[in-house]
């Protein structure tokens, strides 16, 4: 019996050994997650500063600028209403007068254009005409010598075009 039970005492010594090995390995996991947990959250709060810093000076930023816009909105609005009726309507009348010149001005040169290039698109127009009727007599010529050498000159007619 001895010799069980110091194998016994033996295996209960091994299983404590390894339940405290177990134990130390779990306690040493735990300590290294507690460690990236501590390391994350001050990780987390020294961007959120930073952010928050970033937001604020953005923020800043955005405002500035809107008040710059607004203020140069309001000197330009106060300064159109110190203008008087007679200068807008002035303003009015020259804009007219400077459109009306300018459409003179299209509406001659367009005139003056036409006028000078009213024989060049005739002349062009006279010479597409005679290319277009010499391609057709000539193709009438063609077809008429091939029927004939098909169906001889008896039956051949010659067909006239009327442009």
């Known amino acids: 019996m001895g010799q069980l039970t110091n ?3 033996q295996l209960r010594s091994d299983i404590n050994g390894s339940r ?3 134990l130390s390995e779990q306690n040493a996991r735990i300590a290294d997650v507690n460690a990236q947990l501590a390391d994350f959250t001050v990780t987390r709060l020294s961007n959120g500063v930073r952010d ?3 937001r604020a000076t953005f923020i800043r ?3 500035n600028d809107v008040n710059r816009l607004l203020n140069h909105f309001n000197k330009d609005r106060q300064l159109m209403s110190r203008q008087t009726s007679q200068e807008r309507a ?3 009348n020259n804009v007219a007068k400077d459109t009306l010149a ?3 001005g299209f509406n001659a040169e367009h005139r003056s254009m036409a006028q000078q290039t009213a024989k060049e698109r005739a ?3 006279a010479e597409n005409t005679n290319s277009v ?3 057709i007599n000539e193709a009438a010529q063609d077809r008429a010598g091939a029927h004939a050498a098909f169906f001889g000159t008896a039956t051949a007619k010659k067909k006239t075009f009327l442009i």
């Open 52 to 54: 928050a810093a970033d």
């Open 102 to 104: 300018l459409l003179n």
């Open 123 to 125: 002349d062009f127009v």
């Open 20 to 22: 405290q090995d177990r």
């Open 133 to 135: 009727n010499a391609f």
């Open 90 to 92: 002035a303003f009015v």
């Open 61 to 63: 930023d955005n405002s």
């Open 7 to 9: 194998a016994m005492a």
